[in-house]
């Protein structure tokens, strides 16, 4: 069991690396260890009262029974610690991390302490995660629009058809993540690290990429528009050379793209060409479509919801399960004859 004064003079000297320690019944009341890894400590029955552990790395840490009354663990990372037993009282845990292995005191709620729970399909919109490590974490299909994750470590997190919109992420470390159909519109990627990841079929309508490191990425069927800030020098043109990006935006070449299960909800496509395009399933509400042609598209199972489809060319087009809700067809020329397409049509 290592002693307090020593761990004292060890942090004090710049140390942070404590993982797997042994402070059993340990006397820490008051200490300050942020941003020590702990990693897997044993932290049972010890003294924490009024101590400081914010963005400390807790997990899998042994924290049964331990007193951390007023203590600070704001952003500290406690996924799959045992806390069991512990006394929390005005402890400050905002921004802290926990996941289902996580176990708390009965009756604790780590909502309404404003803990985050990190795994598949978090709800983490607008949560502030700047430089939180989250190194391979599942995040897949997690709602992080508006988050801040500057100077996050991200590096081979699943981040699969996630929804970043609007995320600043500026410096983060997203090496080899999977970023697969994830929702990158209007986010900031300045300076991010970006090598490696797996982003195909990606959104990256408005998103700022300058300075970010993209060396070896797969952006492969991923879409931008003119807004899209790439990096400098000659990146964009040697991506969408080797990769066929899809240039979204009036007057678009989209002749036979494959843009199927994308959200495109409010995209101006006004005169593009989407003749034989897959849009299956895509989510086209309220988009702009005048003009548009679009025979032989596949627009099956698509939500075509309040979209503007005035003059469009749908001849030929699979509307199967297309859902038309408040669209706008007039002049549009339509499949004939329509009533031969199986399925259901919805109309307004």
């Known amino acids: ?4 004064e020593e761990l004292r003079q060890r942090y004090a000297a710049g140390e942070r690396d404590f993982s797997g ?50 203590a600070d663990l704001r952003k500290a990372d406690l996924r799959s610690a045992c ?5 929390l009282d005005e402890a400050l845990l905002s921004g802290a991390l926990y996941n289902e292995q996580t176990q ?24 502030d995660l700047q430089g939180q490590d989250l190194s391979g974490a599942d995040l897949a299909e997690a709602d992080l629009s ?33 970023l697969s159909g994830t929702n990158l519109s209007e986010a900031a990627l300045v300076g991010a690290d970006a090598s490696q990841v797996e982003g195909q079929r990606a959104l990256l309508l408005g998103a700022n990429l300058q300075d970010a490191v993209l060396a070896d990425a797969n952006f492969r069927g991923a879409v931008y528009d003119d807004r899209t800030r790439f990096p400098a020098g000659g990146f964009q043109s040697a991506l969408l050379q080797e990769q066929e990006l899809y240039r979204l935006g009036p007057g678009a070449s989209l002749w036979g793209a494959d843009l199927s ?28 479509l005048i003009d548009a042609d679009l025979s032989g598209a596949d627009l099956s199972d698509a939500n075509l ?7 469009a060319n749908l001849s030929g087009a ?30 307004s």
């Open 1 to 4: 069991v290592m002693k307090t």
């Open 21 to 70: 320690l042994n402070l059993y019944r340990s006397n820490l009341s008051g200490l300050t260890l942020d941003q020590a890894d702990l990693w897997s400590a044993d932290l049972h029955q010890v003294d924490l009262r009024g101590s400081s552990l914010r963005q400390a790395n807790l997990q899998e840490a042994q924290l049964t029974g331990a007193s951390l009354q007023q």
């Open 83 to 87: 806390l069991q037993q512990a006394c």
């Open 104 to 127: 708390f005191p009965d009756g604790f709620q780590p909502d309404l302490a404003g803990l985050y729970w990190v795994g598949p399909a978090a709800q983490l919109a607008g949560s």
């Open 146 to 178: 508006g988050a801040n994750l500057d100077q996050a470590v991200l590096f081979g997190a699943s981040l699969r058809r996630a929804n970043l919109t609007g995320a600043t992420l500026r410096d983060c470390d997203l090496s080899g993540a999977d």
């Open 261 to 288: 299960s994308l959200n495109l909800a409010g995209v101006n496509l006004q005169g593009a060409n989407l003749a034989g395009a897959n849009l299956a399933q895509s989510d086209l509400w309220g988009a702009c």
């Open 305 to 311: 919801s309040g979209a503007d489809l005035s003059g």
């Open 318 to 347: 699979n509307l199967e399960g297309t859902i038309l809700e408040g669209a706008r067809l007039d002049g549009a020329i339509l499949p004939s004859p329509l009533l031969d397409f199986p399925g259901p049509l919805s109309f």
